[in-house]
């Protein structure tokens, strides 16, 4: 008997792991503030909360709610606002979820965790694709470019765009040391009039400037 409730509470916390770190990876992939790790140890932590309270006498209701409060605290840490953009409201959300995901495990509600991943996945990786036709602009565009490693050289950039009337909704840079290169990842929204290939052939002529590539 002994045995048997260890084995259950290891599966428990099996699942949870596995379920939260589902969910991590997708997020890893797009290299977010927080991937497969943080999601891993939050829906694992999360049903051993809730183990230990059930096993203790406590009050399942007041734990979980202490752990969904606790885990804002975590998830702000993944919102990053860049002039006028905000990112990582999703990633914060999909902790939010991978929390509420290892608390149901916790409490053996293992099918509605099981649905929930599901939803989750379908909700990060499949309404990603729909995202850009919803918001209904062909003139939104991202693409990263590769830029050498130099004060101003972003600054050029941002000044070509801007006497092309594109708005820059997000720049996210990425160090490249062994090259002595910076990739700029950046999401844009081209005037009614905007073309792509004329935009990439103007940042192309900045000096400084060795590749584009849309994402």
Not at 119 to 141: E, I, K, Q, Y
């Amino acid at each position: 008997m002994f045995a048997q409730e260890h084995l259950i509470v290891f599966c428990r916390l099996l699942l949870a792991a596995l379920l939260g770190g589902i969910i991590g990876l997708e997020r890893e992939t797009l290299n977010r503030p927080a991937g497969l790790r943080t999601h891993t140890l939050v829906s694992l932590g999360s049903a051993l909360i809730m183990q230990v309270s059930s096993s203790t006498g406590g009050d399942p209701g007041r734990i979980a709610a202490q752990v969904i409060s606790g885990i804002g605290f975590l998830g702000a840490g993944t919102i990053l606002r860049e002039g006028s953009s905000v990112r990582g409201l999703t990633t914060a959300a999909s902790l939010w979820v991978v929390a509420g995901i290892g608390l149901a495990v916790g409490s053996g509600l293992y099918i509605a965790a099981a649905m929930a991943s599901a939803l989750v996945v379908f909700t990060l990786a499949g309404l990603a694709r729909l995202d850009r036709p919803l918001r209904g602009s062909a003139r939104d565009h991202e693409f990263q470019v590769e830029i050498f490693d130099r004060p101003g050289q972003l600054g050029k950039l941002a000044t070509v765009l801007g006497e092309m009337n594109v708005h820059i909704r997000s720049i996210e840079l990425k160090q490249l040391p062994d090259k002595g290169t910076v990739m700029v990842e950046m999401a844009v929204q081209l005037p009614p009039h905007g073309n792509k290939a004329d935009m990439a052939a103007k940042l192309m002529a900045v000096e400084g400037v060795y590749s584009i590539q849309d994402l």
